[in-house]
């Protein structure tokens, strides 16, 4: 059974930064291009980075561009956030998400989310 | 980028009812787009990918149609599970984008 699940989420102040993680499990991590979700309180999905299977194709949305970086560690099967100069507008919930296939398809598999609040 | 539009926003519907959700692009995404369904606190689903499969698993009064730059998603015989937020999303190209949500709420 294919198992997302995210930690590192919490409190931060504005202009500071927080390292998310996705630790996969059910599956062989490595073959799989993963992605972060994320999504602010009472609001819709918001598609934020990509990160190919070896780590050689990477995407970001341009609200975290330059500021959250994407990676991951194929012999530990887990997916990372780096998230630095957080914005109050980077509050939401973070999701881990696999495609439901090889490449670069749609999550067909989710964590259940990790919650990011950015407040002085 | 894409932009994706969603309509309607809200959907109030009956069990046993026909629903229909569109889904317009902003330029053609061929067939590359997924309906999601998300309930309250909960990770979203995917339901329908390349605009017209249906993920395995998903009841089969769930079904899309479209290409280019329109799509629906259609609920043949809304089931009171069917209440809940559905999104499209491109993934023609990067950034992938979802469009606003529509919330089907009970009549």
């Known amino acids: 059974e294919v198992q997302l699940v995210e930690s590192g989420g919490g409190l931060v102040q504005p202009g500071g930064s927080l390292r998310l993680s996705c630790a996969a499990s059910?599956?062989?991590?490595?073959?799989?291009?993963m992605n972060w979700v994320r999504q602010a309180p009472g609001k819709g999905l918001e598609w934020i980075s990509y990160?190919?299977?070896?780590?050689?194709?990477?995407y970001y949305a341009d609200s975290v561009k330059g500021r959250f970086t994407i990676s991951r560690d194929n012999a530990k099967n887990s997916l990372y956030l780096q998230m630095n100069s957080l914005r109050d507008e980077d509050t939401a919930v973070y999701y881990c998400?696999?495609?439901?296939?090889?490449?670069?398809?749609?999550?067909?598999?989710w964590g259940q989310g990790t919650l990011v609040t950015v407040s002085s | 980028d894409i932009q994706v539009t969603q309509s309607p926003s809200t959907l109030s519907a009956s069990v046993g009812d026909r629903v229909t959700i569109t889904c317009r692009a902003s330029?053609?995404?061929?067939?590359?787009l997924a309906w999601f369904q998300q309930k309250p606190g909960k990770a979203p689903k995917l339901l329908i990918y390349?605009?017209?499969s249906l993920e395995s698993g998903v009841p089969s009064r769930f079904s899309g149609s479209g290409s280019g730059t329109e799509f629906t998603l259609t609920i043949s015989s809304l089931q009171p599970d069917d209440f809940a937020t559905y999104y499209c999303?491109?993934?023609?190209?990067?950034?992938?984008?979802f469009g606003q949500g529509t919330k089907v709420e009970i009549k």
């Open positions: 059910g599956f062989t991590f490595s073959t799989y291009g």
């Open positions: 390349k605009a017209s």
């Open positions: 998400a696999r495609g439901r296939g090889l490449g670069a398809t749609p999550c067909g598999y």
């Open positions: 999303q491109q993934y023609n190209s990067y950034p992938w984008t």
């Open positions: 990160i190919s299977s070896s780590s050689s194709t990477i």
């Open positions: 330029q053609s995404i061929s067939s590359w």
